[in-house]
């Protein structure tokens, strides 16, 4: 009988011993199962929530858009007022501190005059409010709101005036876009036929944005090219006609000549017509861009003001500068040469950008 017990538990060991080495790996492999689901799920859970946890009351659109902007103006904000963080912080300002300040506007191109009448309007008192909020509401009130041009009976006509090189091409096809998304029929009309590439350039434009364009050769009369586009853009039913001119040198007086005699033409063609007449000004050539300005705003009824190159520049100011002396309100600023870098001007917006407000003044 011992014998048979003995035998039996000699085989009955490894048996079991199986047995336990096969129920562990299972619990092993089981647990391993289970923690890799559990990372899954893990995974994937926090790439939903994290947006709404970031930013729970911003649309993503809208930030992305200011933080374009201020992106745009960095060189301005960082290189010229990001030294002076402490006293726009501040409430109260002595002499030394109104002397930096000064500096720095004159720096970025605000002008002297401009710069003298923000320092009387800040003023030196102290109060609830900072520095920088007092700076920021004295340049938004030098800043007029553009008025949205008054609703016509297509088409709307825009006539696009600069010297050249300062964006004119580049903002009109820009503009061309944002009216071809919203729908309407543009027709694009090459006015500038001074140089072969303007044409071919104004062509690309027209394509990429899905606009129509009426060209003549290099050399043709401009004021015939916009007779004949404004025909056109008539019997197409366009909605918005954008008419790209020369910019040789202002000090040639000729160019006012040509420029006026287009304006003649369209007026003659479309009574009430041009409905907005926009000057390209180049925001990197700050102060002097401030006397090209003046001379078109002489020889032409200009409405609003379009400054490109924001974002290569830390001459920013000058912003405040063209809408103080020129009295002129500033329509769109380019900051970039990218089809959507062309921006509806908001004063509001633009100053916190510039300053660096800490989220009052616009910022949503
Ligand atoms: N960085 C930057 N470049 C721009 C902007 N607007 C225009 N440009 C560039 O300025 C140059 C001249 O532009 P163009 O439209 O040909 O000027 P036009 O002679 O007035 O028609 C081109 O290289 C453009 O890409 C802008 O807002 N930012
Ligand atoms: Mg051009």
């Known amino acids: 009988m011992n014998g048979l017990l003995n035998r039996l538990d000699a085989t009955a060991a490894p048996v079991a ?20 689901r559990a990372r899954r799920r893990r995974a994937s859970r926090p ?24 992106r745009g103006l960095a060189k301005t904000r960082d290189g010229i007022f990001g030294g002076l963080a402490g006293i726009l912080g501040g409430r109260v300002l002595d002499a030394a501190a109104i002397e930096e300040i000064e500096t720095a506007l004159i720096r970025a191109d605000v002008g002297v005059k401009t710069t003298a009448r923000l320092l009387a309007a800040v003023g030196t008192r102290s109060g609830d409010t900072p520095v920088r909020d ?14 949205v041009p008054t609703a016509v009976a297509p088409p709307h006509v825009i006539l696009v005036l600069g010297v050249n090189g300062v964006g004119k091409t580049t903002s009109i096809g820009k503009l061309a876009a944002r009216h071809a998304a919203a729908g309407k029929h543009v027709l694009l009309i090459a006015g500038d036929t001074f140089r072969a590439a303007a044409i071919e350039q104004l ?28 025909r056109a853009a008539i019997a197409r039913r366009s909605d918005v006609i954008i008419i790209d001119t020369a910019g040789r040198l202002h000090t040639k007086s000729n160019l006012m000549d040509e420029l006026r005699k287009v304006r003649r033409v369209i007026a003659r063609e479309l009574p009430g017509a041009p409905h907005e007449t926009l000057l390209v000004l180049d925001a990197t050539t700050g102060q002097n861009g401030l006397a090209q300005a003046r001379a078109f705003v002489d020889a032409l009824q200009v409405s609003g003001v379009v400054l490109t190159k924001l974002d290569g520049t830390a001459k920013g100011g000058i912003v405040v500068a063209i809408a103080d002396e020129l009295g002129i309100p500033i329509r769109y600023v380019g900051i970039g040469e990218r089809v959507d870098d062309l921006r509806d001007f908001d004063p509001r917006q633009f100053v916190a950008a510039l300053l660096g407000a800490s989220g009052s003044a616009g910022c949503a």
Do not use: H, K, N
């Open 17 to 36: 011993a199986l047995v336990v080495v096969a129920v562990v790996a299972l619990i092993v492999v089981i647990g391993a199962l289970a923690l890799v």
């Open 47 to 70: 790439q939903a929530a994290a947006p709404a946890r970031v930013r729970p009351t911003t649309p993503p659109a809208a930030e992305s858009s200011y933080e374009r902007l201020r």
């Open 134 to 147: 007092r700076l920021a509401a004295a340049m938004v009130a030098m800043l007029p709101t553009p008025p």
């Open 203 to 230: 062509a690309v434009w027209a394509e990429r944005a899905g606009a129509g364009l009426i060209r003549q050769q290099q050399g043709s009369d401009p004021a015939a090219v916009v007779f004949d586009g404004i």
